[in-house]
């Protein structure tokens, strides 16, 4: 929509015959070369053109846009920056470095610019995109809400509009969420409706009782047990849980709002047919409930519409390791430089050593213990306690402490190897009894 602009900044108005080469035959070459879609080449002869006119803001601003189509956002933000210094005024030139900015992944960076550009054009779905888009992964997820919904009204069957306000959706629902004073009966109610909605009854009936106990006369959880009971069979002791059931506080039904509305949204995006934003938010969401071989088939259907897409690729990169496909996830892993990955999946595949270089910059506790697991594997015990000591904050099963005990023992520290082995079996008995209890869960009316 915007290549329109190139025909703003022509040079016919400048004498140019004193030049060696006319950048003015120059421009029009570059011109049609854009036309025809050869930006890379566009993108060399307005070089050419600038080098003579450095000081023609225009003729930057087309550089920018023949860098920015080939995909060279870093190079095309700098000749936009130039192109504002030159001339203030250029107003396409301003948008287009906001776009740079968002497609850099530097939100931040991009909102401000956005939104004086949608202020000048309020009809610019790809700017509205774009904007909402950068509301999103700058966690501003009430303004994103605002403008998918500005989107979807002025392109009903934008998949990715709805495909965005279902996420921002869902995560304006968490944020609200984890306002929630943990432990609470709202708090409680609403993971047994979570709970519900994932078919885990036993776990919703767990999380409701918790709930009623800690808060008796709290109404929506009666609300929910009502429901509960209706699906379970049980409609004597439903009819009496909603005899207790009350309104929601203001709170708590914005939790729910939100989370309803993320969902129409998404039945929305199901609703206009096959696409790859459709396919990846089921692949998302098969890949957050474990079913990694769907999730791989699923980002597998994306790619086919939209053939080389990093978010695409990168999801399907993901969905193969947490499969442990690592083989097959190695060389995207590679390509998007997905550091913690790539070094997991190389110490999985026994290169332990070749993993080191990736892991060192990965600060998170996760990130620290692969780290020691490498060293551990590269036969470097005692640069592996550290590491490892950084990484126990993610155990979740006594696998880090195992690990740190090996590490220990070999580097002749026995007591405390002794130490991290007790806690590590500790650790796998408490989860074994937490898993048979949430097994053993007997319904019965509250």
């Known amino acids: 929509m915007w290549l329109g602009l190139l025909l703003l900044f022509a040079v016919s108005s400048v004498s140019l015959a ?91 960076a991009a909102i401000p610019l956005l939104e004086r550009a949608l202020a000048r054009e309020p009809g610019n779905t790809v700017v509205l995109l774009e904007l909402a888009d950068a509301y999103y992964a700058a966690g501003r997820f009430a303004e994103a809400v605002e403008h998918f919904r500005r989107l979807t009204a002025l392109q009903p069957a934008n998949a990715l509009a709805w495909r965005g306000l279902g996420l921002s959706l869902t995560e304006l629902s968490q944020s609200l969420f984890a306002q929630l004073t943990p432990g609470s009966a709202e708090a409680l109610t609403l993971l047994a409706r979570a709970r519900m909605a994932a078919d885990e009854p036993k776990a919703a009936y767990s999380l409701l009782r918790q709930a009623i106990a800690k808060e008796p006369g709290f109404g929506p959880a009666y609300g929910y047990l009502a429901a509960l ?4 069979g049980h409609a004597d002791w439903a009819e009496a849980a909603m005899a207790k059931a009350g309104l929601a506080p203001a709170r708590f039904a914005a939790v729910v709002a939100a989370s309803d509305d993320a969902l129409a949204a998404l039945e929305r995006l199901a609703a206009l047919g096959p696409s790859a934003a459709l396919h990846e938010t089921e692949a998302e969401a098969a890949r957050a409930r474990g079913a990694y071989p769907e999730a791989i088939a699923l980002f ?75 060293y551990l594997g590269a036969d470097q015990p005692a640069k592996a306690v550290g590491p490892l ?13 195992f690990q740190l005990a090996r590490a220990l023992q070999r580097t002749g520290a026995t007591a405390q190897a002794q130490e991290m082995d007790r806690v590590s079996q500790q650790m796998r008995q408490r989860k074994a009894e937490q898993q048979e209890a949430a097994g053993a869960v007997a319904v019965e009316p509250l």
Not at 323 to 338: F, N
Not at 349 to 365: D, F, M, N, Q, S
């Open 18 to 108: 004193w030049q060696p080469v006319d950048p003015a035959v120059v421009a029009q070459q570059a011109r049609a070369a854009m036309t025809a879609g050869r930006f890379a080449e566009a993108a060399g002869l307005y070089r050419t053109v600038v080098k003579q006119l450095p000081a023609v803001g225009g003729m930057r601003l087309n550089l920018g846009l023949a860098l920015f189509q080939s995909g060279e956002h870093r190079a095309a933000a700098a000749e936009f920056q130039a192109a504002l210094k030159l001339d203030p005024r250029l107003a396409p030139a301003a948008m287009m470095l906001g776009l740079c900015h968002a497609k850099l992944g530097e939100p931040l």
């Open 229 to 232: 009971y209706r699906k379970m």
């Open 300 to 374: 597998r259907k994306a790619l086919a519409l939209q053939a080389g897409a990093a978010p695409l690729e990168r999801g399907l990169a993901r969905a193969l390791f947490a499969s442990r496909a690592y083989e097959e996830a190695l060389p995207l892993l590679r390509k998007h430089k997905l550091t913690f990955e790539l070094g997991t999946a190389l110490l999985e595949t026994g290169k332990a050593a070749e993993a080191i270089p990736h892991l060192l910059g990965v600060r998170t506790a996760a990130g620290q213990a692969a780290l020691g697991r490498a």
């Open 389 to 401: 000591r950084a990484g126990l904050a993610s155990d979740t099963d006594g696998s880090v402490h």
